[in-house]
């Protein structure tokens, strides 16, 4: 390995990891990722009550606290050697183009939490960016050239939501530059897999276009509607790779205050996927396009030079096969629904703007 990320650090299995937003997605399974490594004294936090979190990994201190309140994220951070931040208000696309407001607020989770971070002493300090922080007018056709880190600027952040990533990324690189607190910036390219958001209104393409084959397959009508016109093209990044591939990031010295791209490079179209999820699932179905729905930019890949270049590794998780765990999942939690038992996934509240 180039960079030996492991080795950069000194960090001691009973140092207390912080986790925001572990009552989500990725920070779950984030949690678990350490968890399974030996971290004996890990805290995780999320403003949903802990019935409503999609992991709860025993052993571990889970809180329910809002971090856009400065107290919580003082008592949040408490102690804390690394700090891991994933928290924010977010979903797919139907989320993100309609609760723009709401996205913009997650800076309040991002000030506070890293201001938090600093005055506890915090060494290490992780936020979790996104894709959407690209200039979108490079977006605009389904054959896209990948994204490299430096097509952030000059800005044209999706609206809301990237331009969010994009203001606290600069809190991150400040903090660095200012007062020496280690941060860490991965962009994640769509995350897909096991324990997320898969309806309610907040769930990404993979797992929505998963729910609606299954329930086409249990209900026996065929019928499938697709957002756009299904030539948009995007990569796909499995869980596993993206909690490694935090844990690559952080301790990395070389890329202190550096944005990174944390994704796949294997582009497909949406109706590619829906035919793999298809084959899965052992099904055909009938597509109508929604050409009025919320669809994103055209293309979006993730350009990996510069993480093969300093990790020696990129996220490598087949799709299908990832496709094939997320499919079992979220059977199971559409079976066990329907059986009455209680699924995390279904408690998941959208903004309430009134
Ligand atoms: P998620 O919605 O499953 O998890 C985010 C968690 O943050 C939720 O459980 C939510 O309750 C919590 N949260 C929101 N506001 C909070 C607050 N005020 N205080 C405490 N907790 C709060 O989303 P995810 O997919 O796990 O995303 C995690 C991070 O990764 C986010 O920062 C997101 O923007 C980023 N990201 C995700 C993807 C993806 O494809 N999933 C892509 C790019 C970036």
Redesign the pocket.
């Known amino acids: 390995m180039k960079d030996n990320p492991i080795a950069a650090t000194t960090i001691n299995k009973d140092d207390l990891i912080v986790i ?9 399974a984030l949690t678990r990722y350490f968890h399974d490594q030996g971290f004996t004294r890990i805290r995780a ?4 009550p802990l019935p409503e ?2 992991q709860r990994t025993p052993g571990v201190e889970s809180l329910s ?5 400065y107290d ?1 994220c003082v008592r949040a951070v408490e102690g804390a050697r690394e700090v891991y ?7 797919g696309m139907g989320f993100i183009e309609r609760f723009r407001v709401e996205c913009l607020r ?1 800076v ?2 991002n000030t506070h939490m890293i201001e938090a971070a600093y005055r506890a002493g915090a060494e290490r300090y992780f936020f ?5 922080a690209y200039n979108t007018d490079l977006q605009q056709d389904p054959n896209v050239r990948a994204l490299r880190e430096s097509d952030a600027y000059p800005a044209m952040a999706e609206r809301g ?1 990237g331009w969010e ?1 994009l203001i606290s990324e600069m809190f991150c690189q400040e903090y660095w530059a200012e007062r020496r607190m280690k941060t860490f910036i991965a ?6 897999g096991p324990n ?2 898969w309806d309610g209104g ?1 769930e ?1 393409a993979p797992a929505a276009l998963t729910r609606k084959v299954i329930e086409a397959q249990d209900t026996g009508d065929n019928a499938i509607t697709i957002w756009g016109d299904g030539h948009q093209t995007r990569s796909f ?1 499995y869980i596993d790779d993206c909690t490694k591939g935090i844990d690559m990031i952080m301790h990395c010295e070389r890329l202190i205050a550096t944005p990174i791209n944390l994704g796949s490079s294997h582009l497909v179209s949406i109706n590619d996927l829906v035919t793999m999820i298809e084959d899965i699932a052992g099904i055909k179905m009938n597509r109508t396009y929604d050409l009025t729905a919320p669809r994103g930019v055209a293309g979006r890949n993730s350009d990996n030079t510069f993480i093969r270049e300093v990790l020696d590794w990129e996220p490598n998780t087949p799709l299908r096969v990832g496709m094939e765990r997320t499919y079992a999942w979220i059977k199971q939690q559409y079976a066990d629904r329907k059986a009455g038992i209680y699924t995390p996934a279904a408690e ?1 509240g959208m903004p309430s703007t009134h």
């Not at 962009?187 to 897909?192: A, G, K, M, P, Q």
């Open positions: 925001a937003g572990a009552g989500g997605f990725i920070a779950g936090i999320d403003k949903k979190w999609y606290m809002d971090l856009s309140e919580n931040n994933l928290a924010a208000d977010m979903g997650s309040l989770i979790s960016s996104s894709a959407c939501y990533k962009r994640f390219h769509n995350v897909y997320g958001t907040r990404k990044m998941t």
